[in-house]
C-alpha cells in the first residue's frame, strides 16, 4: 500500500512537470510568433533581367560620353565579369565601343553628353585646369578658345581686366566672357551643335583659316600617349585642326577622366601641342611619354 502511494504520487509529479514544460514551450512560441510579427523580412529588390541592365547602361553611355565597368558592377549589383559580358553584347549591335575599364557609345547622333551635364562631370579638378591655364594667357594679341565644359572653366577664370581680344566658336564662352570681362570677344559663326551650344561646321572652318592666334586653349574627348587627342565627330575634327593650323602656341586643358580613351577621329598629335594641362592623377607612366614626344605636361 506504501509503495503504490509513493508511485502514484511520482506519476502525478511527472505529469506536472510536462505539463509546465508545455506551457513554457507555448509562451515561448507565442513570443517568437509576436517578434516575427512586430519586424517582417521586407523582399529585397528584385534584379534587373540582362536586357533591362543592357538598356539602362547604353543610355547612361548616351548620357555622360562614358561608362566605367567598376561604376556599373556597383550600380547593378552584379560582378564586373557580367558588365563586361553586357559591354561586349552592346558592342556587337554597334551600342557602345569598349574601351579599357569601360565603353563609349557608339557613333551616333546623340553621342555626345550635353553640355550642362559635362559641367557638373569633374568640376573640382576642371577648376584647377582652368587656374592653371590662365597662366598661360600671353599678355596681348589674340586668343581662341575652343568649345568644352573645360574650356568654359576657363573662360570664368580669365581675369575680368584683360584686353585680350579672345576669338570663339562657344556662344556660353563667349556670354561669361562678354558679361564679365574687359576682353574684345569675337563668335565665329556657323550651324550651331545643341548638345554643345557651339558653332561646328564647314562656315566656322572658313572662317577661322584666314585667322591667326598668338594661343590656342583646346580640348577633347580623349587621349592616348599613342595616339594623341581625339573626339567622336569628323568634323569636328576637321575644325579643331583649322584652329590649330592657325595658332603658333596651342595649350590643350585635359582633366584626367580622358586619359586611355580613343575616340573615332584623331585631330592632334603630340608634336601638335606645345603644352598639356592636366590633373596629377594621370599615369606617370603616359606623362613620361608624352613628354618623350616633345610637348610640355603641367600637372595640377
Known amino acids: 500500500m506504501h509503495e503504490s502511494t509513493e508511485t502514484a504520487k511520482t506519476e502525478t509529479s511527472a505529469i506536472d512537470a510536462a505539463t509546465n514544460n508545455t506551457a513554457i514551450n507555448d509562451i515561448a512560441l507565442n513570443d517568437t510568433a509576436t517578434s516575427a510579427d512586430a519586424t517582417p523580412n521586407l523582399p529585397t529588390a528584385p534584379p534587373l533581367f540582362q536586357s533591362e541592365r543592357q538598356r539602362e547602361i547604353a543610355a547612361l553611355a548616351r548620357r555622360f560620353g562614358r561608362v566605367e565597368v567598376a561604376d556599373m558592377a556597383n550600380r547593378f549589383g552584379v560582378t564586373t565579369e557580367t558588365i563586361r559580358r553586357d559591354l561586349s553584347e552592346l558592342q556587337e549591335h554597334r551600342v557602345v565601343r569598349r574601351l ?64 585680350l581680344r579672345i576669338v570663339t566658336n562657344s556662344l556660353p564662352i563667349a556670354q561669361s566672357l562678354s558679361e564679365r570681362s574687359s576682353a574684345e570677344v569675337i563668335v565665329i559663326g556657323g550651324k550651331v551643335r545643341k548638345n554643345t551650344m557651339a558653332m561646328v561646321d564647314s562656315a566656322t572652318i572658313a572662317a577661322i583659316e584666314p585667322l591667326y592666334f598668338d594661343t590656342l586653349f583646346i580640348s577633347c574627348d580623349g587621349l592616348t600617349p ?5 573626339t567622336p ?24 577622366s580622358k586619359f586611355g580613351h580613343e575616340q573615332f577621329a584623331r585631330f592632334a598629335t603630340w608634336s601638335d601641342i606645345d603644352v598639356l594641362i592636366t590633373n596629377v592623377e594621370v599615369d606617370a607612366s603616359a606623362v613620361a611619354a608624352i613628354e618623350a614626344a616633345g610637348t610640355t605636361v603641367v600637372l595640377t
Open 233 to 256: 565627330y569628323r568634323e569636328e575634327a576637321a575644325l579643331k585642326r583649322a584652329m590649330i593650323a592657325s595658332a603658333r602656341r596651342v595649350v590643350a586643358l585635359v582633366d584626367h
Open 100 to 163: 579599357h575599364g569601360g565603353a563609349t557609345p557608339w557613333e551616333t547622333k546623340g553621342f555626345e553628353p550635353l553640355v550642362s551635364v559635362r559641367t557638373g562631370q569633374h568640376d573640382a579638378e576642371k577648376r584647377r585646369l582652368a587656374a592653371a591655364g590662365v597662366r598661360e594667357l600671353p599678355e596681348s594679341g589674340a586668343v581662341m578658345i575652343d568649345s568644352g565644359s573645360t574650356l568654359s572653366a576657363l573662360s570664368y577664370a580669365i581675369p575680368p581686366t584683360t584686353t
Open 226 to 230: 599613342e595616339t594623341g587627342l581625339t
